[in-house]
């Protein structure tokens, strides 16, 4: 038998299978004290009214491997809309075996399809897997730009 990777539009039956991801992955990154998600806010804000993010979850032998998830951003300067990987997550046991590629496979048809203008997303620094990986499709590093964020009680005091 031949293995196969299918990669399918997620749905709310998936919530706690994400949730699972979500917290892998930041263990991965060495966060996973930040992680605030649960089942529920998962359903509500990824599969609730209203919501405009998207995931996919990528399968072997039909098995759920890993997911992405993803949503669209836009470039004033190219006037089209763009496509912005939030995570992409694939279980370690899995890895190697091109289940990586074929989410970003996925990922870079939607932008195509949707007439997007960019295909985006952040890593690391320290990821240098990734990183080798990301520069072998093609991808290449926007060093000039430096990522802010606000969050919390900054973020609060802000908007007072």
Not at 70 to 93: C, H, M, R, V
């Amino acid at each position: 038998m031949v293995s196969s990777i299918t990669i399918r539009n997620a749905g709310i039956e998936d919530s706690g299978l994400i949730l699972r991801y979500i917290k892998e992955l930041a263990r991965f990154e060495r966060a996973e004290q930040e992680v605030k998600a649960c089942e529920q806010t998962i359903k509500a804000s990824l599969f609730g009214p209203g919501s405009v993010t998207r995931a996919l979850i990528c399968e072997y032998d039909e098995k759920p491997i890993g997911f992405a998830i993803y949503f669209f951003n836009y470039s004033t300067w190219l006037a089209k809309q763009g496509l912005y990987l939030e995570d992409l997550y694939i279980s370690p046991e899995f890895r190697g075996r091109g289940a990586g590629k074929a989410l970003l496979t996925k990922l870079a048809r939607i932008a195509v399809d949707s007439n997007c203008g960019r295909f985006e997303w952040s890593v690391l620094n320290w990821n240098q897997p990734a990183i080798d990986f990301y520069q072998s499709l093609g991808a290449k590093p926007q060093s000039d730009w430096v990522i802010y964020r606000l969050c919390g009680k900054a973020l609060l005091e802000l908007a007072q």
